[in-house]
């Protein structure tokens, strides 16, 4: 069992480099402080990643022995459950992460691929497996699972119990910037805090509880799970892990054959989140990437519609025949730039061997901002007979949502 506590105040950093961090925090999330501050500070969802899935690595020569130990054992715990890969960084590696043990307090500098050296720290108390595959979870480009857009269904955030320093810890993310692909929230996550994370010196009982429950049926449905007490990927890390690094199915009995077909419909309340003009309307189009067993990508984009809050497309996306794992749709604004700004939403789905209808991918916990649309994956045989197939469906779903008009309006 091992009880993660982080000690920012113990990190060598000045009160002006706490609140740069916290500033740059702040526009990852689409909340700058100040609005003069260059959006291209934030990146898409996929610029990220670590190239052919693969983390370069070098480790310091005063890293100890038991700990450089700890950090093989760690990257082979991820070897062994995903597709990604650690190699040692050569002479001419530019992107690398470079263990260290030179401060204190357990950190990665970076979320994801920043491009250069990038480094994680682990001290002496820092000695943990558990730690250790947290802390290459960030580098790998995971935020904290409490951090997710929906966590307030899940957990409730104390923060009377912290100190206003430690406030940006529990941020919450913004849906343009984490894609929990598909997964539901994760009380055995190798990235969740533990219940008192940050909590007050000096604090007994209850007023230690930084993270409370708010869940209970769904925490008992998943095991009541320790949380925060971290001893390995759970089930949802590695699917999150697959998905996000688009990972090649692991077994034959994986993924649907067909061709995958999306009926995009229409959006609700397409407000840009990074937008500080109230008055531009999104212009907003959506990209559909499937994965298939292979890992391999295919990329479909909707038309453009202009200026509409509540843009209606009724368009086919086509993806091919293959055998299909997941499908990430995501909603972008031209009026807004550069791309990393633009894209307003990103959630991911699991294909269906059954046509799915009116499917909803949501900007936030409420869905009060979304995009409806239905997917199905076409028996190749049948969709080689000809596009009518596609046309006649189209047809029938037009006549009932024209019915379902004339219901409510009369």
């Given at each position: 069992m091992i009880f993660k506590y982080y000690n920012f105040s113990s990190l060598p950093i000045s009160k002006e480099q706490l609140r740069d961090y916290m500033e740059r925090m702040d526009r990852a999330n689409g909340n700058s402080r100040d609005q003069n501050v260059s959006r291209a500070a934030i990146v898409d969802l996929e610029s990220n990643l670590w190239m052919d899935r693969?983390?370069?690595?070098?480790?310091?020569?005063?890293?100890?022995?038991?700990?450089?130990?700890?950090?093989?054992?760690?990257?082979?715990?991820?070897?062994?459950?995903?597709?990604?890969?650690?190699?040692?960084?050569?002479?001419?590696?530019?992107?690398?992460?470079?263990?260290?043990?030179?401060?204190?307090?357990?950190?990665?500098?970076?979320?994801?691929?920043?491009?250069?050296?990038?480094?994680?720290?682990?001290?002496?108390?820092?000695?943990?497996?558990?730690?250790?595959?947290?802390?290459?979870?960030?580098?790998?480009?995971?935020?904290?699972?409490?951090?997710?857009?929906?966590?307030?269904?899940?957990?409730?955030?104390?923060?009377?119990?912290?100190?206003?320093?430690?406030?940006?810890?529990f941020l919450k993310m913004r849906d343009s910037v984490v894609d929990h692909q598909g997964s539901h929230y994760d009380y055995g996550s190798i990235m969740h805090y533990h219940l008192n994370s940050f909590s007050k010196p000096g604090c007994t009982g209850s007023d230690c509880i930084t993270l409370s429950i708010s869940n209970t049926s769904e925490y008992v449905r998943q095991g009541s799970p320790l949380v925060g007490w971290w001893q390995n990927l759970s089930d949802q890390d590695i699917l999150q892990t697959n998905r996000f690094y688009s990972c090649p199915c692991r077994s034959r009995n994986e993924g649907i054959y067909g061709n995958l077909t999306i009926f995009l419909r229409h959006g609700s309340n397409l407000f840009n989140p990074h937008n500080t003009d109230p008055s531009v309307f999104p212009t907003a189009y959506v990209t559909v990437t499937a994965v298939d067993c292979n890992g391999l990508k295919t990329v479909r984009n909707s038309q453009t519609i202009q200026n509409k809050v509540n843009p209606r497309w009724d368009e086919w996306l086509v993806m091919g025949v293959r055998t299909w794992q997941f499908f990430r749709i995501r909603v972008w604004d031209q009026q807004i730039t550069p791309s990393s700004q633009s894209l307003t939403m990103s959630q991911t789905f699991t294909v269906s061997s059954t046509p799915k209808m009116r499917e909803k991918n949501c900007h936030n916990s409420d869905c009060t901002n979304f995009v409806v649309f239905d997917h199905e994956v076409v028996p190749s045989a049948n969709f080689r007979k000809g596009s009518s197939i596609l046309h006649k469906r189209t047809y029938v779903t037009c006549l009932l949502l024209n019915l379902l008009d004339t219901l409510v309006l009369h």
């Open positions: 693969t983390l370069r690595f070098k480790i310091d020569n005063a890293v100890p022995q038991q700990t450089k130990t700890l950090i093989h054992r760690a990257m082979r715990h991820w070897q062994e459950n995903t597709c990604l890969k650690f190699i040692q960084a050569s002479t001419h590696t530019q992107d690398y992460v470079k263990f260290v043990n030179r401060y204190n307090g357990c950190f990665s500098t970076h979320v994801g691929r920043e491009g250069g050296i990038q480094y994680i720290n682990l001290p002496f108390d820092c000695n943990h497996l558990g730690i250790v595959i947290h802390e290459i979870g960030h580098a790998l480009g995971f935020w904290h699972e409490q951090s997710r857009p929906d966590r307030d269904r899940y957990v409730r955030v104390n923060l009377n119990n912290t100190s206003p320093l430690n406030w940006f810890n």
